[in-house]
């Protein structure tokens, strides 16, 4: 199962495909902007960058482990962003995960 792990305040919060909450998004100013959580896509309506604190790491997955008894994440830096799409209402994260990263103003 996909999930994400995005920060709310003090909390790390884990968002699967149909769990409710708010994901933030880098908007072109450089501000981060709060949008409904809308789960995974295959296709992008318009994309958009999605601030997440960390992602499962596929490349260390255990097939053969139970998936509740531990889950491996893998930290996005404060210049990685998770790429999602925007369809006007919702954001959703966009599968396979792409980190993309956001240019440095210094």
Same mark, same amino acid.
């Given at each position: 199962?996909?999930?994400i792990?995005i !920060? =709310?305040? %003090? !909390? #790390?919060? &884990?968002?699967?495909? =149909?769990?409710?909450?708010?994901?933030g998004? #880098?908007?072109?100013?450089?501000?981060?902007? /709060?949008? /409904?959580?809308?789960?995974?896509? $295959?296709?992008i %309506? !318009? +994309?958009?960058?999605?601030?997440?604190?960390?992602?499962? =790491?596929?490349?260390?997955?255990? +097939?053969?482990q139970? !998936?509740?008894?531990?889950?491996?994440?893998? +930290?996005? &830096?404060d210049?990685?962003? #998770? $790429?999602?799409?925007y369809?006007? &209402? $919702?954001?959703?994260?966009y $599968? +396979?995960? &792409?980190?993309?990263? %956001?240019?440095? #103003?210094?």
């Amino acid at each position: 199962m996909y999930s994400i792990r995005i !920060r =709310n305040n %003090q !909390r #790390l919060i &884990t968002l699967g495909h =149909n769990d409710r909450g708010s994901v933030g998004v #880098l908007m072109r100013s450089g501000e981060i902007r /709060y949008f /409904y959580w809308g789960g995974f896509v $295959l296709q992008i %309506q !318009r +994309p958009v960058k999605l601030a997440v604190e960390s992602i499962p =790491n596929e490349q260390r997955r255990n +097939p053969r482990q139970p !998936r509740g008894l531990f889950q491996d994440w893998m +930290p996005l &830096t404060d210049h990685e962003f #998770l $790429l999602g799409s925007y369809d006007g &209402t $919702l954001v959703a994260a966009y $599968l +396979p995960f &792409t980190i993309v990263k %956001q240019p440095s #103003l210094h």
